[in-house]
């Protein structure tokens, strides 16, 4: 008698095999039989004929570091078929910890991942752990819809062992090395996934400093990952320098060029063997410099790198609306109405054409906090118009660039500023923009199937759990089937090149080698996909973090069934409340 049998479906292996019809036994949550099972007794069966039968999705590039910590559904993530997520990624998280260091870390996390500092101060246990190890034992504790990984964040470790010292960009002595490199020795034993770091300068504290370690030389950065063998392995995960372009916000240019960092890579990777995985898009300074750094990586690979550049698959993209981020929400006039009125009366006020004119006319007035995203983000918004699109329910992801806010202004001989401003006061205020900050310079998704199909990429870069104010990419999975299997008019991808990419791929760089793939033995992580009927939601804002903070969850609907170490997480896309989900201490070869 099998526990649950999902039947007659579609079977999408995540080896990349063609799709083959059969069934699937499960028991203990893990696949116990795949082939033609019929009258096989089971406790409970799924009639799976018709759709895709997938694994889970794997998401290696996510920030919920501080949500698993209150929240046990990850929704936005298990809603789009996500079953395992890894995080601790771009240098940040929230171990090891001094006890005195909560505030600092909380000023980075609100800083880089733009997550309410008021919510990780309500929401997060501080206390319960101190070293990277003990996190990991609390978050055993925890019960979750999906498996979480973490990885070993270094502004985090750089500020635990250099104290003051590492927020002033200060060099690390030997001695802070050994001792980092203890740190990461022990916690890659205890299970962490691997080690991540960011070098670029738009990542920057709330209050305005450079991220600790964005500039750590490459002999850290080599013990590292020495130290990474030394306790078993793990992925080394990078921002690099200039993988965002030159910063018009920081005040410093960046460190190295990314054919730099790469190079650099190269030699860190063949020295230690560990997998290097790293930020790559489409930036607006350098439109085609992702293809010489496809190039440079392939060539670094051919003489003995482990090289992985985690490409996204459709435009990075930063949600605006009034009620959030947009190109006016830090001109005084907004500033001072937005303190004092509901949003409806806010919204009536503006329709004013004396406020009107005021805010057009008017300079961002900066925050008391630099280097958070409340400063930054208008700026942001205010300068991308050529790449911000109206955000309507179907929207596809793939628009025409005379879509875009500038080309329809232009087209009726409106200032684009003054036409985005009407259009936020739309729906009541409650009008989406979506501004493609990389990925979309080319005005379609052509540079992200080059990216896909490239042989050393990875698919990454939702990241998840942060930014939850204006960003929703961990819907891209249900994203990638709608538009690269189902819908885009021409160059679609086969449906068993991204579910392999969205599952065995990750699995196996970060060492979860139990999952991401239907095979006998594997674990049971799976999803029964209505492809016909799977559609992406258009973003919709909550006030349901601690503290009442804002984020933004992105829904789907087609998923008919998933399935987390053998127990049904969502049928119908809708909850059952099972949490089988746990911390995956990863086994590192
Ligand atoms: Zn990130």
Redesign the pocket.
Known sequence: MFDLVIRGGTIVDGAGAAPFTGDIAITDGAIVEIGVLTGAAAKNVLDADGALVTPGWVDA?T?YDGQVSWDDTLESSIANGTTSVVMG??GVGFAPVAVDATDTLIDFMEGV?DIPGTALYEGVPWGQWESFPSYLDYLDTRRFSVDVAAQVPHAPLRLYVMGERALHDGDSTPDDVTKMAQIVTESIKAGAAGFSTSRITFHRTASGQTLPGTYAPEQELLALAKAMVDGGGGVFQA?PASSAGNSMYSPKPEQASMLEEVAMFGRLSRATGVPFNF?LAQIRDNPNGWREVLAASAQENSTGAKLFPMIGSRGISGITTLRTYHAFSRRPTFVALQQKLSHSELVAAMRGPEVKAAILAEADAPTDKPGSMDNVQPAVFAAALERTFPFYAGFNYEPPVSDSFLARAQSVGRDPLEFMYDFLLEEDGNALGVRFSGNYWDGSLDACREMMLDANTVWG?S?AG?HVKYVCDMSTPTFNLVHWVRDRSHDRLPVEFIVQKMTSRNAHLYGLNDRGTLQVGKRADVNVIDLDNLAVHKPVLCFDLPAGGERFHQAATGYLATVVNGELVRQHDTDTGARPGRLARTVHN
């Open positions: 590039h920030h990624n771009c991942e921002v930020i870069l990241d942060a």
